[in-house]
């Protein structure tokens, strides 16, 4: 009888407790009713990011003013970052959000938009000759020996989608922004560490060659494998400071 | 009887003219003539309360350069009457304090003054550095020389005539520099004091939160009443108890955890107070912290200044500001403008929502961003930023309706004020 009754009074409470859980499942109690539930998400974390650069990363392709992150190797999009914070690349929005994180946390955000699939979209293209697209096709695929610019592929991969973890693809990147990437090197806001290989070559390039290998890039059929080459796939021509100064230099 | 009064003037003037441009002369001390010995200086025990100190008084801030060596200098600080870069202060012998002795050191930190008697511009706080104890700056000093030696050469000044001549500051200084250790209120508690010296000497919190007049002095009484820092265009809340715009409300443990965490229960550290946070409030102990908040709390309210009844009919301006903050805002920070405990910050109530100007409310509606990246808030939740998404008609009713809602009573804002801190410049 003692038994049973402790069995029936366990029952009971129970019951009441499943009972209460269905009327107030756990988190409203506490919560003011004003408040939505606020996700412990880091997507919710980094809505500064995700404002401009879409919540998985996508970018503004039409405008080509908010690049796109997603798939992007992470040391890359980490680097960036750190750059930003050092004022080595300057954008004053990016350099004031990126002032107060932690390597921890910069790594921690771009481990997100690496990790995010999403489709490629095409950006609109400028009306550009076919010689000044076969220009841009030279100078990718084989650079300009005269002028000692490597090819693109040389360290961005054979299909120009990257090497990870810190080269990033230049395929599916709009016509705008690649343009804009390479001129912002010769202009000086855009740098990284030391040495600087991105920043050599930028400036051996003439200004119609950054407009041919933008459009080149641009205008390129997407290979079906968009993600990033596996590490080890490529040797950089030249030291660059990102890559740890690894390469043979030239 | 003409010509004696002209001779007296003339006289006087150039008395005064020999006393503005003399040049000081000081003969360094050197280390070796030192009364401080090296083995004094080498005591790991006061190089790690030196540590400490410099921490507390944010020194490698200003001396470091961005992505710098850490005390190499070389960050350019902008003053509106020029550029003042900050030196090197590792021990190089060639470009740092690498040839000073502490002699040296303390006429800096405590007079505003170089080692060769030159006047110090006062970009470098020695207005309340003058108050730090001789012992804690012997602690600084052994710390600075332990650090290694990096060679980086000072950047050139950019200032103009007549800042340019050093003398210049002899006035400035008779008009707001008193030089002196921090004298203990002997009726005050412990805490008070330790606080009260840690506020107005190494943390030189004045230095920031206090009005500026036109010739860059401090306004020091009453402390810490708030003010516009200049060139930056933040403005930095008044610490008193004062409502609306002070710290009216905030418990000992809301200051101590904004301090340490870069967020309280009342609000969140953002522009060059997240930097203090990060470099230097956050590793304070937490009895200095709560000195600190001991002394801040004790500081009267000011007399309320009542706000000017504006001319405007600002309710469609209100309606405006009601239907974006619905729209943008309410879904963290709120319909009724308290936040969400531990992850956004309340509006109601909040002190940079109604410091008198508004420039901190616009600019962060403008640029959003992270609070600082602390130990005791190492992921936090950010705000995006509504520069690209809003008119300026739209920011500008935002703050207004978040400014003149809940408890809150500050000015309205114009859409003017919105343009002018579109683009201001960020460091």
């Given at each position: 009888m003692k038994a049973l009754s402790a069995k029936w009074l366990a029952r009971r409470v129970l019951g009441a407790w499943v009972g209460m859980l269905i009327l107030f499942?756990?988190?409203?109690?506490?919560?003011?009713?004003q408040h939505p539930d606020i996700p412990d998400t880091l997507q919710q974390r980094i809505a500064a990011c995700t404002a401009?650069?879409?919540?998985?990363?996508?970018?503004t392709p039409e405008s080509g003013f908010f690049p796109r992150l997603a798939g992007k190797p992470a040391g890359y999009l980490a680097r960036q970052l750190k750059d930003f914070q050092d004022g080595l690349r300057k954008y004053g929005p990016m350099e004031y959000t990126a002032r107060q994180l932690s390597p921890e946390y910069m790594h921690e955000i771009a481990e997100y938009f690496a990790a995010q699939d999403v489709p490629y979209s095409r950006s609109p293209l400028p009306p550009l000759s076919p010689a000044t697209l076969k220009r841009g096709e030279e100078l990718v695929t084989h650079g300009d020996p005269s002028r000692e610019i490597p090819a693109c592929?040389?360290?961005?991969g054979s299909q120009l989608t990257g090497v990870q973890p810190d080269i990033p693809g230049?395929?599916?990147?709009p016509y705008d922004y690649i343009s804009s990437q390479l001129g912002s090197w010769r202009t000086k806001t855009r740098a990284t560490v030391a040495p600087d290989c991105m920043n050599e070559i930028a400036n051996r390039l003439s200004e119609s060659d950054i407009s041919a290998v933008s459009a080149w890039l641009a205008s390129r059929e997407l290979p079906a494998d968009m993600h990033a080459q596996p590490a080890g796939s490529v040797t950089p021509p030249l030291h660059c400071g990102v890559l740890g100064d690894k390469g043979d230099g030239a | 009887m003409k010509r004696v009064i002209a001779i007296v003037i003339v006289a006087l003037l150039a008395l005064s003219g020999w006393w503005l441009f003399r040049t000081q002369d000081r003969q360094p001390v050197a280390p070796s003539a030192s009364q401080v010995t090296e083995a004094t200086l080498k005591d790991p025990a006061l190089i790690a309360k030196g540590e400490y100190l410099a921490s507390v008084g944010d020194c490698a801030s200003c001396h470091?350069?961005?992505?710098?060596?850490?005390?190499?200098?070389?960050?350019v600080l902008p003053t509106p009457f020029g550029n003042i870069p900050a030196p090197n202060i590792?021990?190089?012998r060639d470009t740092g304090?690498?040839?000073?002795?502490f002699e040296d050191f303390w006429q800096a930190l405590h007079?505003?003054?170089?080692?060769?008697?030159e006047l110090l511009y006062p970009v470098f706080s020695y207005t309340s550095f003058?108050?730090?104890?001789r012992d804690d700056a012997l602690a600084i000093f052994a710390y600075l020389q332990s650090l290694p030696a990096t060679k980086q050469a000072a950047k050139p000044l950019g200032l103009g005539f007549p800042y340019s001549?050093?003398?210049?500051l002899k006035a400035w200084r008779a008009l707001y520099f008193q030089e002196g250790e921090y004298q203990p209120?002997?009726?005050?508690?412990d805490a008070w004091n330790r606080g009260a010296y840690l506020v107005q000497g190494?943390?030189?919190?004045n230095e920031c939160h206090a009005p500026r007049d036109s010739l860059g002095?401090?306004?020091?009484?009453?402390?810490?009443a708030g003010g516009q820092i200049p060139s930056q265009n933040w403005y930095a809340p008044?610490?008193?108890?004062?409502?609306n715009g002070g710290?009216?409300?905030?418990?000992e443990q809301d200051i101590v955890d904004l301090l340490k965490t870069g967020q309280s229960a009342r609000g969140t550290a953002f522009g060059p107070m997240a930097e203090v946070v990060q470099?230097?409030?956050?590793?304070?102990?937490d009895e200095d912290l709560r000195a600190i908040a001991t002394y801040l709390q004790s500081l009267p309210p000011r007399v309320a200044v009542a706000e000017p009844k504006s001319p405007l009919d600002t309710r469609p301006i209100l309606a405006q500001g009601a239907k974006v903050y619905a729209e943008?805002?309410?879904?963290?920070?709120?319909k009724d403008g308290n936040?969400?405990?531990?992850i956004y910050p309340p509006l109601n109530g909040n002190s940079s929502v109604n410091e008198p100007s508004g420039i901190n409310a616009i600019r962060v509606v403008l640029l959003g961003g992270f609070p600082p990246v602390t130990k005791g808030n190492p992921r936090p939740y950010s705000m995006p930023p509504f520069a690209q998404q809003l008119s300026d008609s739209d920011v500008a009713a935002v703050v207004t309706y978040i400014r003149q809602s809940w408890s809150n009573h500050a000015a309205l804002v114009m859409e003017r004020d919105v343009i002018k801190n579109r683009h201001t410049p960020i460091d």
């Open positions: 499942p756990p988190g409203t109690l506490a919560q003011d009713a401009c650069h879409g919540v998985h990363g996508e970018g592929s040389a360290c961005h230049l395929v599916g990147l | 470091t350069e961005r992505g710098g060596v850490r005390y190499a200098g070389g960050r590792t021990p190089d304090l690498g040839g000073w002795s007079s505003g003054m170089g080692r060769h008697g003058t108050k730090v104890t001549v050093r003398n210049s209120d002997a009726t005050k508690p190494l943390g030189h919190c002095g401090s306004q020091n009484k009453p402390s810490l008044d610490l008193s108890m004062q409502a710290l009216q409300g905030w418990s470099q230097s409030t956050q590793h304070m102990r943008r805002c309410a879904d963290c920070h709120g936040g969400v405990a531990g």
